[in-house]
């Protein structure tokens, strides 16, 4: 240790002092190199009219030959924040203010030449501002004040508008789930898991909650809606009890309801729907997935006995992934191609017993278990399959086809295909209600962050408490664009389940392909969301018990429940060109474009420069544009589409192939349609509230879903014309600035999904 280079405060020479906190800074920064030393000893050196001791001082601190040792420069900092322990921290100072200030503190009024030489040594150090000095000052962060959680909004009355309808059922649910019966068991293996799900689903059972939506006189509460309320709620806790409750209730005894008549209803219901008799819903085949027009499982009917006889040809028709075969299913509704007398018929579907009370396979079905999987391993899948299982005439679901003992089959619905897609319109409740459940897993997802975010505090200026994780700009832009979606698909499946429930029956169809849309986006909207939420919460997002781990692996077959989503957006699309043909039969093209181009919004005017060049918030946070860019972007996707289309046909190309061609272009379609579509279910559910700081919340949330749609397909609105550069980048800001505005609120937003705290059981966000 040089001797010339005293550390202690009494020992330094009070000249020397207004240096200091600039040799200080000059060493410790580590990044400046021995030549860059060498230049600011230059700079002292060459200070002529500066004090030859002072400068022979400086010289002792600032040689790169014999630089101050770790030790020296921490009894230096020591020195200088001792001297300045009584000073306001709010104070703004640089370091030449800081060194001057240290001088008159030991009696030295630092001279002209004094004062040139700390800019000069300030300048040659390329230090500027109060920062530097903050750190050298800063010891330990200021204690963080517990922030103010109220929101602009009564979080009471959005959860309540959340909530409907059905707010009753809600309530008592989640607080059933968050008694001690109900709170979640880690670590447990596939056979103890299985049963305690089962519990779990007797448990519910005995409630009432599985016969909700069945016929009173069969013990049911006779009230669908209450039933697809209930089964949204579940989504909060356990998800493999929500995929048993589902296959048992919805999906087994869902089918003996809406497939079968008045006997299976009789025989069989009320036993269903209170689990005393386990079922399956045995749909899937490995070999053909979604396609269940070319299921290959038949169903032959032998008019001697009066039975159908099931049967299995091959190793590729297996039902496969049947929830509750594996291990507690006694029954199942099988889907097979009805023959008789060498006629096919079509799918239909049959009751049929697979494991007697003691639980043995039937005669002629064998049951394998599909075994561990990513996740949902308290569901008991397994495969079946039939050998010669014979089964009633009887148990025919035959509510739109029957058998009569002769062998004649007769059907109301004359068209094959008609029936077909009559049979699994009855089912698309399946889809709707795996579109909430995921949705309601992501609202678990999001109030983790959200609630981790507001609390968990990391970096900030030197001296004062870290920055709360949802103060970054980066971290609202991960977690709220998320969130405004998330009520955006709430509102769109609200209304969804309400036209599935009370909608007339000519609106069927394009209720079909509208559920198969939202299940697509709800589905993907959680996987994405979840993932980026886990990330959100570092290494704490990891551990088990703060829930990511189950969300993102129970949830992640939802993308391919009740179809591929990929696949159902095709059917999505395939709608919508029905649709437009019908609507514009023989149109010449050109005049289909212009009329398009009317219904869209999107007139002459819309496209001049002086609109896709405006940047004015008035502008970008109305209404009316974002309608008519999400519009817009659809329309054209259709048009052009039907335009491709139409030009392969017309060359001679086969229409299945066609289609397949332009895929991409389908699957574009379809999204666009969806996000339209919830925008514009988002906006109607703005008038459901006369509280104004509850709409000008839910407008800011709408306008954020919807300038983050546009912002996202930029490049695309830029091609085509839609918005210039100026505007796509405003419109970015917008989407900063909409963040800002709602990081206040953004605790009380995830608190208006009413999650309570013994079912979101995630350390981090309790």
């Given at each position: 240790?040089?001797?010339?280079?005293?550390?202690?405060?009494?020992?330094?020479?009070?000249?020397?002092?207004?240096?200091?906190?600039?040799?200080?800074?000059?060493?410790?920064?580590?990044?400046?190199?021995?030549?860059?030393?060498?230049?600011?000893?230059?700079?002292?050196?060459?200070?002529?009219?500066?004090?030859?001791?002072?400068?022979?001082?400086?010289?002792?601190?600032?040689?790169?030959?014999?630089?101050?040792?770790?030790?020296?420069?921490?009894?230096?900092?020591?020195?200088?924040?001792?001297?300045?322990?009584?000073?306001?921290?709010?104070?703004?100072?640089?370091?030449?203010?800081?060194?001057?200030?240290?001088?008159?503190?030991e009696g030295h009024e630092p001279n002209e030449p004094e004062v040139a030489a700390l800019g000069r040594l300030a300048d040659a150090l390329g230090v500027v501002g109060s920062e530097a000095a903050r750190h050298v000052l800063s010891g330990r962060r200021r204690e963080a004040e517990t922030p103010a959680s109220l929101a602009s909004f009564d979080v009471a009355a959005l959860r309540s508008l959340l909530d409907r309808p059905h707010e009753d059922c809600r309530r008592r649910l989640r607080e059933l789930l968050s008694t001690a019966d109900f709170s979640y068991r880690y670590g447990l293996g596939t056979t103890e898991y299985r049963e305690q799900v089962l519990d779990w689903c007797r448990r519910l059972a005995a409630e009432g909650y599985g016969g909700l939506g069945f016929p009173e006189r069969f013990g049911g509460g006779d009230d669908p809606g209450a039933f697809l309320a209930a089964f949204e709620t579940l989504a909060s806790h356990d998800l493999s009890l929500l995929v048993k409750f589902g296959v048992q209730f919805g999906l087994f005894a869902g089918s003996l309801h809406q497939l079968g008549t008045e006997r299976h209803h009789e025989n069989y219901l009320a036993a269903a729907s209170s689990l005393e008799m386990p079922g399956c819903f045995a749909m899937t085949e490995t070999g053909h997935g979604s396609n269940v027009a070319e299921l290959e499982t038949t169903a032959t009917y032998d008019p001697a006995t009066e039975e159908f006889v099931l049967s299995t040809p091959d190793e590729e028709a297996r039902k496969d992934y049947i929830g509750n075969a594996a291990r507690h299913g006694r029954m199942a509704t099988v889907f097979a191609q009805l023959e008789i007398s060498g006629v096919g018929h079509g799918v239909h579907a049959f009751v049929v017993p697979i494991r007697d009370e003691s639980g043995k396979p039937m005669p002629g079905v064998r049951i394998e278990d599909c075994g561990e999987k990513l996740g949902l391993n308290g569901v008991d899948n397994g495969k079946l399959s039939f050998d010669g299982v014979r089964v009633p005439r009887t148990e025919l679901l035959d509510r739109f086809a029957q058998v009569d003992a002769e062998g004649n089959y007769s059907s109301a619905i004359s068209s094959s295909s008609k029936r077909f897609f009559t049979m699994l319109g009855t089912l698309v409740g399946g889809r709707v209600s795996v579109a909430m459940a995921a949705l309601a897993a992501t609202k678990s997802a999001l109030t983790i962050a959200v609630r981790y975010a507001s609390r968990r505090r990391q970096f900030g200026p030197a001296g004062e408490a870290e920055t709360l994780l949802l103060d970054y700009k980066t971290h609202q832009l991960r977690l709220l664009p998320r969130l405004a979606k998330s009520y955006g698909l709430h509102f769109a499946l609200r209304d969804l389940a309400d036209q599935y429930l009370h909608g007339p029956e000519e609106s069927r169809r394009e209720l079909e392909g509208l559920a198969a849309g939202l299940k697509a986006m709800a589905t993907w909207h959680a996987t994405d969301s979840i993932q980026e939420s886990r990330e959100a919460c570092g290494a704490q997002g990891y551990l088990a018990v703060n829930r990511f781990a189950s969300l993102k692996a129970d949830t992640d077959v939802f993308t391919t429940f009740e179809g591929d989503n990929t696949v159902l957006l095709q059917l999505l699309a395939k709608g919508l060109l029905s649709s437009y043909r019908k609507q514009f039969g023989d149109m010449k093209f050109l005049d289909l474009l212009r009329f398009v181009a009317a219904q869209a919004g999107t007139a002459v005017a819309e496209l001049n420069p002086m609109v896709t060049r405006e940047t004015a918030r008035t502008h970008l946070r109305s209404v009316d544009f974002q309608a008519d860019a999400l519009t817009w972007r659809e329309q054209h996707l259709l048009s052009s589409l039907a335009r491709r289309l139409r030009n392969r046909i017309k060359k001679g190309m086969d229409s299945f192939d066609a289609l397949v061609e332009c895929q991409d272009h389908a699957i574009a379609l379809a999204k666009a349609h969806v996000e339209n579509h919830v925008l514009s279910r988002f906006h109607a559910a703005l008038g459901n509230t006369d509280d104004p700081a509850l709409t000008e919340v839910l407008m800011q949330l709408a306008s954020l879903y919807a300038l983050d749609r546009i912002s996202t397909h930029r490049g695309w609105y830029q091609a085509h014309g839609y918005v210039e550069s100026g505007k796509a980048r405003a419109i970015r800001k917008e989407v900063e600035s909409l963040c800002r505005e709602l990081r206040p609120d953004a605790l009380g937003l995830v608190d208006a999904f009413g999650i309570p705290d013994a079912l979101l059981a995630a350390p981090i966000a309790i």
């Open positions: 240790m040089n001797p010339t280079r005293p550390t202690d405060a009494t020992s330094i020479d009070p000249r020397l002092r207004a240096f200091l906190p600039l040799v200080y800074v000059a060493w410790a920064d580590g990044n400046l190199t021995d030549d860059e030393i060498r230049e600011i000893c230059a700079a002292v050196h060459g200070a002529d009219d500066l004090d030859l001791d002072c400068r022979t001082g400086l010289g002792h601190w600032l040689d790169p030959d014999d630089p101050p040792s770790p030790l020296e420069l921490q009894r230096l900092l020591a020195s200088i924040r001792e001297a300045a322990l009584d000073w306001s921290r709010d104070e703004k100072l640089d370091l030449t203010a800081l060194g001057q200030r240290l001088a008159r503190a």
